[in-house]
């Protein structure tokens, strides 16, 4: 079983819908949380991340961390066709990140 | 301010050539990182290092060197390429004082790998 789980999608949703991205994990030591976007062809680009339990929000993008379940989730609002992109989450393991496999995001027009 | 650079950016190998990837960033980080991207897997690190001349090896480390002589450059080497090794490499750096969580890992655009 992998450390982080996370489902490859593809996902394709209307301009416009809520988007919403999830990640298991087994390893509750992990301490930071993070999403990281990845246009094709491109290095990944970190989006947010988060510290423990609970939400933060950044305009659009929503994380939200549930230790209890070891479950993290990153919520879309309005998505734009500038949001397709491969979402990877990530979390920490002392001095190293342990990605999920990523989930490909279409945001269709 | 260019960030975090690769060199090169797409390379062929035959089986049993090697090379060496450069990874450089000019932002004064103190921890550096090789990964490999394949598809279904996403980011495996191979070796990483918290300071120059250190390096410590990741999830993935057979088959690949680094060494890192100068805090700014990161370089991976492969001494027998394998067709195994195809695939794209990111390096990332991560600034002084950080605990190397994520929240701090900026990446280079990548370099894609073809041993056939």
């Known amino acids: 079983q992998k450390e982080v789980e996370q489902d490859p999608g593809p996902l394709s949703v209307p301009e416009g819908a809520i988007v919403s991205l999830n990640c298991t994990y087994s390893?509750?030591?992990?301490?930071?949380f993070m999403w990281y976007r990845q246009y094709s062809r491109k290095g990944p680009e970190l989006l947010m991340y988060?510290?423990?339990?609970g939400n933060k929000e950044d305009g659009r993008f929503t994380a939200q961390v549930d230790k209890s379940s070891k479950y993290i989730s990153l919520f879309i609002r309005d998505s734009q066709p500038s949001d397709s992109a491969t979402y990877l989450c990530?979390?920490?393991?002392?001095?190293?990140?342990?990605f999920g496999s990523g989930t490909r995001l279409l945001v269709r027009p | 301010n260019a960030g975090v650079t690769q060199t090169p950016k797409f390379r062929v190998l035959k089986t049993g050539q090697s090379m060496t990837l450069l990874c450089a960033q000019d932002?004064?980080?103190?921890?550096m990182y090789w990964y490999r991207q394949d598809p279904g897997m996403g980011l495996r690190l191979i070796h990483y290092?918290?300071?120059?001349?250190?390096?410590a090896k990741g999830e993935v480390p057979d088959g690949y060197n680094v060494s890192r002589l100068k805090k700014q450059n990161f370089l991976l080497g492969l001494e027998s390429a394998a067709p195994s090794q195809t695939s794209v490499y990111f390096c990332?750096?991560?600034?002084?004082?950080?605990?190397?969580?994520?929240?701090?890992?900026?990446f280079g655009p990548g370099t894609r790998l073809l041993v056939l």
């Open positions: 390893n509750s030591a992990f301490q930071y």
């Open positions: 932002m004064n980080h103190e921890y």
């Open positions: 290092s918290v300071g120059e001349g250190t390096t």
């Open positions: 990530a979390m920490d393991s002392s001095y190293k990140l342990i």
């Open positions: 988060t510290y423990s339990s």
């Open positions: 990332a750096s991560s600034p002084p004082g950080s605990t190397g969580g994520g929240e701090t890992q900026y």
